[in-house]
């Protein structure tokens, strides 16, 4: 197992590219991205828990209904959401692939993120697929992962190699997340590919499976979009044994997905709206797994304590109170609390009270880039982890006049 | 019912005072109050629901068991939470008070406000409760509001006139909040008085239907704090027959009560950390209460649509996407939105998606400081509202370094 470069066209037989088509007014920022397997691949899909649905996702609904897919489209810039003829234009995208490549209009996966609740125009889309697929090459990931960010600060790529039954694999993928980002939905935009050979029902198990301790385990602001989804197509072109249960392969793979999506996780949590941090909160002891997701959960979003972090002020008792909230049930009394960073680490509560602590050596710790939130609330052998960033002026900045 | 001046001294026979003893170190700031009634009175309370409760409501909860208390002792500067000796500072709090006023400790109040998890120091209070006492006065209902403040920027207190079976009765309210606030606690610190005359059983049924529609429904940053606690003292002064069942007289006394608390609330709100704005939020045409609490209250929580409001930025697809997460059932198609000031109305969205609007009229009206969003989800005949502000730079600031 280990992390190579070349993001969504890593794996065999996957072509890439991202254009400005003028769904956006800024010229240099791409706005339009396509994914193409050479071969029909597996397709799995998790989607946002939101009632307030995208157009895309609901076509996606129908057209993942068999489980597979061979290419997906995704603009920036709209959102193709709340607004009178979404599913109409959504159709239209997987069409206009469709004329353009050859595959089957309900084989593509179609995705739009940005502004909620305005009309968006297929003609920038018609007139730009000419050089969309023009473009396309096995290169190509970073010009995807550019074109589907909105505010996000740099492009989310990343990609993995293992082996399975000999055969080596590759898996990539690209995402574009930064703000409107909690846990308990699917998540934000995720692309991922994978030229491993492997039943849909089985990559749909992998990933729903993974999703319950990575994307749903990370939020920003604590709003949950309408437009998230996260899809996975495996091709196959790896020449492995297709896998169609679980068994040592089937771990192998969760494995690989497991690395790909901590990753994306973090690279997420750390480019949240305005941050100037990442945070990791892992919550041992906890007498079942819920209550150590619970715990961690609350801690990441608790808006005073993401405060404090941007301060780098070791305001631990924010920490206990969000556990005290969470709903939790948990012992107060036997609560540890520690901040670790690459400055070293800080214990400042033990057992649910402050203990002394040099003010100097936590504001050096907690003024490093990344910071760990590490929490002990009991004996007991569970434990969860869960991503998030700081709370900073530049998200009110951000978000104050997203629109204009 | 009117309101009227006189904050907490507006009912016969209460005195307050407040007083800078030192817990701060800025000299200018008043830090502990006092609050005493010339007879022995009904208390009831309401507590935080977080499981990490400051030692001050610990000890009330058992002095309190009996329904009566005549004093209550309020400092600002530190919550006495988290720490080793909490309960014996709650008790030496009470003690002093005793000594002071002859009233038996287990008649006295205690709440402590500020940072958790540093030991409060007795001997500033002790050293104070010469002053504190010697200020009680019928006109002090300012000082001690101005004493429990904490990031508050203005002092909170409301005052109303009632009559109950021809008799003249009083409430007054002080409050202190700002920040952590959260619905579904007992909430902020809030301390009311009354000179209605009512019987423990029947005040406590009063405050605790009533918190349901009133504080639980406020929310600055979806933070519960762990001191938060609401207390009525009734002293029975006006001399009406006492309450002692669900009468014409307690539905007069729950009026008052609602008046006073929705003052409150809104004062609260509006004053919330770093706040520009009140929003508050009407969420109509639910098919039960339950929901329209529901969407009311993750539209007033939602980060995202709260950094909006401070941009003064019509973007009513974040009051959809809050519907859509909140876990409240409602047809996504059915949604109205309006956002309503001083300068007019604007509808923004109707059945689920956007109607054309003037931005250039939307943000007239949302430029005012007090702005309703209202929302309808359908046909039923259910309503809700809750209270909350925008999401601003000076929050961020302000939590960002909020311990030095």
């Known amino acids: 197992m280990k992390l190579i470069s070349g993001g969504i066209c890593a794996a065999k037989g996957f072509k890439a590219s991202g254009v400005h088509c003028g769904i956006r007014k800024n010229r240099t920022k791409k706005d339009l991205a396509l994914i193409v397997s050479d071969v029909p691949a597996s397709a799995a899909a998790v989607y946002t828990t939101n009632l307030v649905k995208g157009a895309p996702l609901l076509l996606n609904m129908r057209n993942l209904s068999d489980g597979k897919a061979q290419a997906v489209i995704c603009n920036s810039g709209n959102a193709n959401t709340c607004n009178a003829n979404g599913i109409q234009i959504a159709k239209e995208m997987c069409k206009l692939v469709s004329e353009a490549t050859g595959i089957p209009a309900n084989d593509v996966v179609v995705a739009s993120t940005g502004v909620i609740g305005q009309p968006l125009d297929i003609t920038p889309i018609a007139d730009g697929m000419a050089e969309l697929t023009a473009n396309l090459s096995y290169e190509g990931s970073n010009d995807a992962a550019t074109a589907i960010m909105t505010t996000d600060t740099v492009s989310k790529e990343v ?113 949240g709206e305005g941050a100037t941090k990442l945070l990791e909160c892992v919550v041992t002891g906890a007498d079942d797994e819920e209550t150590a997701k619970i715990c961690a959960k609350s801690v990441i979003c608790s808006s005073l304590l993401k405060a404090a972090m941007f301060g780098a002020d070791a305001n631990w008792g924010r920490v206990l109170c969000a556990i005290g909230y969470s709903g939790a049930s948990v012992d107060v009394t036997k609560i540890d609390v520690s901040f670790k960073s690459n400055k070293g680490i800080i214990t400042v509560c033990q057992n649910g009270a402050g203990v002394p602590f040099s003010e100097e050596k936590a504001k050096e710790i907690l003024l490093e880039k990344e910071i760990d939130i590490l929490i002990s609330v009991g004996e007991g052998e569970f434990s969860a982890t869960a991503w998030g960033c700081d709370l900073t002026y530049d998200y009110v900045k951000i978000n104050g006049d997203y629109r204009t």
Chains 1, 2 share one sequence.
């Not at 790896?238 to 249960?245: H, K, M, Q, R, S």
């Not at 997905?257 to 994306?264: F, G, Q, W």
Request: charged residues 20%; hydrophobic residues 45%; glycine residues 8%.
């Open 159 to 271: 990609a993995v190699e293992f082996e399975i039954n000999g055969k080596v694999c590759r898996m990539g993928g690209i995402a574009k997340g930064s703000g409107m980002i909690h846990p308990n939905m699917a998540t934000m935009l995720v692309f991922i590919t994978t030229d491993c050979a492997i039943a849909p029902d089985m990559l749909q198990k992998a990933l729903s499976g993974d999703i319950k301790n990575t994307f749903n385990m990370v939020s920003v602001d604590g709003d949950t979009s309408t437009n998230d989804m996260v899809t996975v197509l495996a091709n196959g072109m790896a020449g492995n044994e297709v896998i169609t249960e679980e068994n040592q392969d089937f771990t192998v793979f969760m494995k690989a997905l497991n690395t790909l999506t901590v990753n994306l996780c973090r690279m997420i949590a750390g480019d």
